[in-house]
């Protein structure tokens, strides 16, 4: 809210309190008692804030799991070619997921003061990063090292919740929070398809049957498209 000073007849000064929005017209129906949060759902609208916000959200948190889950259909040939044991393997595993919960915590309050939409692209690209690194791997520790930054796409959960909370009201938020949950989860099997039954296979005839290059290589794409 912004605060401007008027005069009166009597040349006194009285507050006058206005208010400043960006939009003034909306394509749903909103709550001004609720800061103008939308009160429906429409999935068939693009439109500025409400649906553009929902429809980015769950996109993005579907890619983040694209570079999230990029490597884990790759694991087998990874182990086998870099000689590693099942539970170097399992630690990377745990390391990537424990990077996430640390990460969480940190992006809570950072929505709070940046906004979600800036820190979701932030977190994108400081994912695609070490996803693109895929290929330069030569260890087991290498892998958990690459893992663990990986797995700051994790913590876009915080982001993708936090940015359709702040719009829509408390009526259908819940809705609307559950399905791009639920989309952005979605990420986790399709990437297995598209990983594992078509890019990794497309890569190896690509490499001329050399399964090494292709895993190592076959990561630029998820990192591309984050």
Same mark, same amino acid.
């Given at each position: 809210?912004?605060?401007?000073?008027?005069?009166?007849?009597?040349?006194?000064?009285?507050?006058?309190?206005?208010?400043?929005?960006?939009?003034?017209?909306?394509?749903?129906?909103?709550?001004?008692?609720? +800061? +103008?949060?939308?009160?429906?759902?429409?999935?068939?609208?693009?439109?500025?804030?409400? %649906?553009?916000?929902?429809?980015?959200?769950?996109?993005?948190?579907?890619?983040?799991?694209?570079?999230?889950?990029?490597?884990?259909?790759?694991?087998?040939?990874?182990?086998?070619?870099?000689?590693?044991?099942? =539970?170097?393997?399992?630690?990377?595993?745990?390391?990537?997921?424990?990077?996430?919960?640390?990460?969480?915590?940190?992006?809570?309050?950072?929505?709070?003061?940046?906004?979600?939409?800036?820190?979701?692209?932030? %977190?994108?690209?400081?994912?695609?990063?070490?996803?693109?690194?895929?290929?330069?791997?030569?260890?087991?520790?290498?892998?958990?090292?690459?893992?663990?930054?990986?797995?700051?796409? =994790?913590?876009?959960?915080?982001?993708?919740?936090?940015?359709?909370?702040? %719009?829509?009201?408390?009526?259908?938020?819940?809705?609307?929070?559950?399905?791009?949950?639920?989309?952005?989860?979605?990420?986790?099997?399709?990437?297995?398809?598209? %990983?594992?039954?078509?890019?990794?296979?497309?890569?190896?005839?690509?490499?001329? +049957?050399?399964?090494?290059?292709?895993?190592?290589?076959?990561c630029i794409v998820p990192a591309v498209?984050?």
């Amino acid at each position: 809210h912004s605060h401007v000073l008027l005069f009166d007849l009597d040349n006194s000064l009285l507050p006058y309190q206005t208010d400043w929005k960006k939009y003034h017209n909306y394509d749903v129906i909103v709550d001004p008692d609720q +800061d +103008d949060k939308a009160t429906e759902i429409k999935l068939t609208s693009f439109e500025r804030p409400h %649906m553009r916000a929902f429809h980015y959200s769950w996109s993005a948190f579907f890619i983040a799991f694209f570079i999230w889950f990029a490597i884990s259909p790759l694991l087998s040939e990874i182990r086998d070619d870099l000689r590693l044991t099942k =539970g170097e393997v399992w630690t990377s595993s745990i390391v990537g997921v424990g990077g996430t919960i640390f990460v969480r915590f940190l992006v809570g309050p950072l929505c709070d003061t940046v906004g979600p939409r800036v820190l979701f692209t932030i %977190m994108l690209i400081a994912a695609a990063i070490p996803t693109a690194c895929t290929g330069l791997v030569n260890s087991a520790t290498g892998l958990a090292i690459l893992r663990l930054f990986i797995g700051i796409a =994790g913590g876009t959960f915080v982001t993708c919740q936090y940015w359709t909370s702040r %719009m829509f009201t408390k009526e259908v938020v819940g809705t609307a929070n559950a399905l791009v949950g639920g989309w952005g989860n979605l990420g986790a099997g399709v990437t297995q398809l598209i %990983m594992g039954s078509a890019l990794y296979p497309l890569f190896k005839v690509l490499c001329n +049957d050399d399964s090494e290059l292709a895993w190592r290589t076959v990561c630029i794409v998820p990192a591309v498209v984050a």
